[in-house]
Structure formats: C-alpha cells, structure tokens
Nanobody, 124 residues
C-alpha cells in the first residue's frame, strides 16, 4: 500500500507562484510513477503533469506547458509541482497520484493511489 500526502496549496494572486509537494510512504513507496491531476466542482478530474520514476521524463497538459514544472526527489519519495504565472482558471483542488509501475501516465485509470487533495485558488 502507498499513502500520499499533499501540501503547499493556498491563495495566490494571478501571476504568482506556488509549489505543491506530495510525499509518498508505505511499503511500495519507491519506484512509483507519479502525477498531478486537478478538479473543479462539476467537472471531470483532469491531468496536469506526470513523471517517470526511472528516467525522470515528464509529460504536461497543454494548458500548463511552460508554466508548471513537475519534479521528484527519489530519496525522499516526494514529487513536486512548481506552478508559475498562475491564472484564475488554474483554481482547483490538486491531487497527487501514484502507480507501482514506475510510469508517468496521463490516464486517471493508471493510478491506484491518490492523495486527499489540496486547494489552489488564484484570484484575479
């Protein structure tokens, strides 16, 4: 089993920055493929960014490309999402997700483990 705990959400003005963290723990906490998704009320949870465990290769949604950066510290079993140039439309609950296959994927169904979510609010 894997437990994921997110932190770093909050309120920021448009154009500002936030960094989210997601710490993984449990027996299978190493070698995880990890990702960030986000969700607003009434909408589907959508992919934001993903990272492979072994290669460190990354994938981004078009809407955040060039503004957000996903990274990880394998020694700490922690993944980060640096969010710059934030826009009001980035307002959402952000969820960390993990899978034991080591692959970063855009598909929600690829992730059996999810965090509890952290609220990000961007004011205009």
């Amino acid at each position: 089993q894997v437990q994921l705990v997110e932190s770093g959400g909050g309120l920021v003005q448009a154009g500002g920055s936030l960094r989210l963290s997601c710490a993984a723990s449990g027996r299978a906490a190493s070698s995880l493929g990890m990702a960030w998704f986000r969700q607003v009320p009434g909408k589907e949870r959508e992919f934001v960014a993903a990272i492979n465990w072994s290669t460190g290769s990354t994938t981004y949604a078009d809407s955040v490309m060039g503004r957000f950066t996903i990274s990880r510290d394998n020694n700490k079993n922690t993944v980060y999402l640096q969010m710059n140039s934030l826009k009001p439309e980035d307002t959402a609950v952000y969820y960390c997700a993990a899978n034991p296959y080591g692959v970063g994927s855009e598909r929600k169904g690829s992730y059996p483990y999810w965090g509890q979510g952290t609220q990000v609010t961007v004011s205009s």
